[in-house]
């Protein structure tokens, strides 16, 4: 399974953009970059998935460069509702994959 | 629609004890993965169960362990509890893409 790197935490103003990079320099031809939201003592929420260029859905964009290796999620104008823990995942499209979560990227709006 | 259920919310054990802790998936949904979570640190995974059985499991010691029944709901079975199992568990379920997942039950061992 690729492994991934992102920053461990994030400080951003309301109102601003938000971009999260994710390293994963072994991803796999085969392999999706997931991304997921989760605060203190919830599950985490799927926000947005993408395979190559960019993906954009009522909440973020994600971004893929053309060799994959690396990807963004921006989320637009965040509100301190945004404040959370951001996971990137890579692996397979399948739900049946096993996914392997790392640390993820803390982010905190400040109002 | 319903999301993952999981029950109870919360749990306090004893050292030592065994614990059981369930999951509704998603409807629709027939794989059910399930994680640990320490305070602070991501999701771990733990097992994923497809048609009633094993199929993946992460390094989790054999006092885990599982069960999927027919209807697609799971079990997770923890024995012998220790001060360390202390921590979120929560359940996934998917069919294809991406998955859902439950809020969770708060373990703690005492």
């Known amino acids: 399974l690729a492994k991934t790197t992102q920053p461990i935490s994030m400080d951003s103003y309301e109102g601003q953009e938000v971009n999260i990079t994710c390293s994963h320099n072994?991803?796999?031809?085969?392999?999706?970059i997931t991304w997921y939201q989760q605060f203190p003592s919830q599950g985490p929420r799927f926000i947005i998935q993408?395979?190559?260029t960019k993906v954009t859905n009522e909440v973020a964009s994600l971004f893929i460069p053309a060799d994959r290796k690396s990807s963004t999620l921006s989320l637009p104008r965040v509100s301190l509702s945004d404040t959370a823990v951001y996971y990137c995942?890579?692996?397979?499209?399948?739900?049946?994959?096993?996914?392997?979560f790392g640390t993820g990227t803390k982010l905190q709006v400040i109002p | 629609d319903a999301g993952v259920t999981q029950s109870p919310t919360h749990l306090i054990k004893t050292r030592g004890q065994q614990v059981t802790l369930r999951c509704s998936p998603k409807?629709?949904?027939?794989?059910v993965s399930w994680y640990q979570q320490a305070l602070g640190q991501g999701p771990q995974f733990i097992f994923q169960?497809?048609?009633?059985?094993?199929?993946q499991r992460g390094n989790f010691p054999d006092r885990f362990s599982g069960h999927q029944f027919p209807n697609y709901s799971s079990e997770l079975n923890v024995n012998a509890l220790l001060l360390g199992d202390s921590a979120l568990y929560l359940c996934?379920?998917?069919?294809?893409?991406?998955?859902?997942f439950g809020s969770g039950t708060r373990l703690t061992v005492v």
């Open positions: 996934a379920s998917s069919l294809d893409r991406g998955y859902t």
């Open positions: 072994n991803i796999a031809t085969n392999d999706y």
């Open positions: 993408g395979y190559k």
């Open positions: 995942l890579v692996g397979d499209s399948g739900g049946y994959q096993k996914v392997t």
């Open positions: 409807s629709g949904h027939d794989t």
């Open positions: 169960y497809y048609e009633e059985e094993e199929r």
